[in-house]
Nanobody, 122 residues
Framework: QVQLVESGGGSVQPGGSLRLSCVAS????????MGWYRQAPGKERELVAR????????EYADSVQGRFTISSDNAKNAVFLQMNYLKPEDADVYYC???????????????WGKGTLVTVSS
């Protein structure tokens, strides 16, 4: 059983910062990539940032480029999202995502965390 557990959400004023963390646990053979998506009520889930475990290549949504930084700790199967200069439009539920190979399979499978709420308001 593989689980992704997020932490670090909360409430912050515009211009503030938050750091999200996500740890993948369970019977994992290999993690291909990890990332963060966000979703507002009534809207589609959108990619915020992701990082390829092999090589560390990163990808960001245009709306967060230069403000958010994704990083990972491969030894701990963890991914982090440092969010700076937060705007009200960044307020969403943030979901951790990973494409990984569990020990029970020989191909990558997508897994999601349950989400963590980020609120940005004055």
């Amino acid at each position: 059983q593989v689980q992704l557990v997020e932490s670090g959400g909360g409430s912050v004023q515009p211009g503030g910062s938050l750091r999200l963390s996500c740890v993948a646990s369970g019977n994992i053979f290999q993690i291909n990539f990890m990332g963060w998506y966000r979703q507002a009520p009534g809207k589609e889930r959108e990619l915020v940032a992701r990082i390829i475990n092999s090589g560390g290549r990163t990808e960001y949504a245009d709306s967060v480029q230069g403000r958010f930084t994704i990083s990972s700790d491969n030894a701990k199967n963890a991914v982090f999202l440092q969010m700076n200069y937060l705007k009200p439009e960044d307020a969403d539920v943030y979901y951790c995502y990973s494409n990984l190979v569990p020990t029970s399979a020989d191909y990558g499978i997508s897994y999601w965390g349950k989400g963590t709420l980020v609120t940005v308001s004055s």
